[in-house]
């Protein structure tokens, strides 16, 4: 039974837009915080049964440490999002109904994908609910073209209070600049006295660097080498890999050799004619290893990077030169431009399939066994995609370190975080071990 025009009137004016054929739905934020949030305030008692005070003050405060704020609403509205929607009673599922009936269409939905926070899991259990039907509130549920990318913005897009995460990537020569004006307004705000406090801004990724990534990167090879000074003279292969989808930004490679050839290591870089990144990242990349002994290279070939490598970091990118013609696309708004670019890129890759981080590959490395690195997600060739930048034999014996590689990068940006509020991290570090004493029986 279809809603009266009244109804529908009304339910429409909660939408903001209108899912169209081809879009997919994202979900910013988990749902179901607020819910989980009002229900620990509620049932204290019953939950203190089983679960610590810490972990009841934590689902009482899921709503404003995870929620959305409206830098998600400006990004997805910044990435041409058909539909947006702020989650709220009804919870997840009356969202989803919401959402189609005021764009008449049917909706497919993987539950699974739905982001939940563990507190929302454990709560539910208690009191058996079910979680897709709770308050909602702080999620956004939004229909867009070409999901994956708004996905991967959001993820790295900070929303915990007193931090700002901005990425910025996909404009070459803009973002950077945009991420330093933004920097620059936020200081100006505190001075002014707009700000009550000056946020710490983390550089989550632009166009020149990815610094969270590659800081986390470094700290995973110094644990595998045993401490910082045995990294000088390890060889560490920067490569292209061959990638199914293109638009891949350039900060993964231009991190790491900017930031290896500072510990003296032997930095390689290798692609294929065209894939080139900043010049001006290279020029750094010299200097670094000129100043610390190691030693910074460019050859054509995969493989020689791997030949007698201890590190390898094969990883797809999209060549300089196209980036900057994307991005002047974007700003003109020529949709039919770009897609013709992305069909001309895609094209490209597809000549150099053979640029894959295969069995023999690994083979030509220091007794066949360095270390493989990748920032996540892979192309994983017979898994992801039929042909991408690692084999599956590969990627599957490298999971847990892989899974250890990702696991350091939440610490890189709380000690970024720190550094940026605390004088003198050293005293404070050691002042933190004396005084929390209940912390350290965990």
């Not at 049932?43 to 810490?54: H, N, P």
């Not at 926070?117 to 058996?128: A, H, S, W, Y």
Request: include cysteine.
């Amino acid at each position: 039974m279809r809603l009266g025009q009244a109804a529908m009137e009304a339910l429409r004016a909660e939408i903001t837009g209108c899912l169209k054929p081809g879009d997919e739905l994202v979900v910013a934020c988990p749902v179901a915080l607020k819910g989980t949030s009002v229900i620990a305030k509620n049932k204290k008692d019953k939950l203190a049964e089983r679960f610590s005070a810490g972990f009841i003050q934590n689902c009482i405060s899921l709503r404003d440490a995870y929620g959305a704020g409206s830098i998600v609403w400006k990004i997805a509205q910044e990435a041409d999002a058909s539909a947006l929607y702020a989650m709220g009673e009804g919870g997840f599922l009356s969202a989803l109904w919401k959402m189609a009936e005021a764009s008449e269409v049917g909706l497919e939905a993987d539950f699974r994908k739905v982001p939940i926070r563990q507190e929302t899991i454990e709560v539910c259990e208690i009191f058996d609910l079910n979680p897709y039907k709770l308050q909602a509130d702080g999620a956004v549920l939004i229909g867009i073209r070409g999901g994956e990318a708004l996905v991967q913005r959001l993820r790295n897009e900070g929303f915990m209070a007193e931090v700002i995460g901005i990425r910025d990537d996909m404009f070459i020569g803009e973002g950077h600049k945009y991420q330093k004006t933004f920097m620059d307004a936020v200081k100006e705000g505190y001075r002014d006295g707009i700000l009550e406090q000056q946020p710490t801004l983390v550089n989550l990724q632009c166009d020149v660097d990815h610094p969270t990534q590659c800081m986390a990167d470094m700290l995973h090879i110094i644990h595998e080498f045993g401490g910082v000074e045995n990294l000088k003279g390890k060889k560490i292969a920067m490569t292209w890999a061959y990638s199914p989808s293109y638009g891949k930004p350039l900060s993964v490679p231009q991190g790491v050799i900017g930031l290896m050839t500072r510990f003296g290591m032997d930095v390689v870089l290798a692609h294929p004619e065209g894939y080139d990144v900043m010049p001006e990242v290279e020029e750094i990349a010299k200097k670094n290893a000129a100043a610390t002994g190691g030693s910074y290279k460019k050859v054509s070939t995969m493989e020689e990077a791997f030949d007698g490598a201890d590190i390898v970091y094969p990883k797809s990118w999209a060549p300089f030169a196209a980036m900057e013609q994307r991005t002047k696309l974007y700003q003109a708004g020529d949709q039919a431009g770009i897609d013709a670019l992305e069909k001309q890129l895609l094209a490209q890759n597809a000549q150099h399939k053979d640029w894959t981080c295969s069995e023999e590959m690994m083979k030509r490395t220091k007794n066949g066994k360095a270390l493989y690195l990748h920032c996540l997600p892979a192309d994983i060739t017979g898994l992801s995609c039929p042909e991408g930048e690692v084999d599956n034999s590969v990627f599957d014996r490298y999971l847990v370190p892989l899974y250890k590689e990702a696991s350091y990068k939440p610490y890189i940006i709380a000690a970024m975080i720190f550094l940026a509020q605390v004088k003198d991290p050293v005293r404070a570090l050691m002042e933190m071990d004396k005084s929390d004493a209940e912390r350290k029986m965990f």
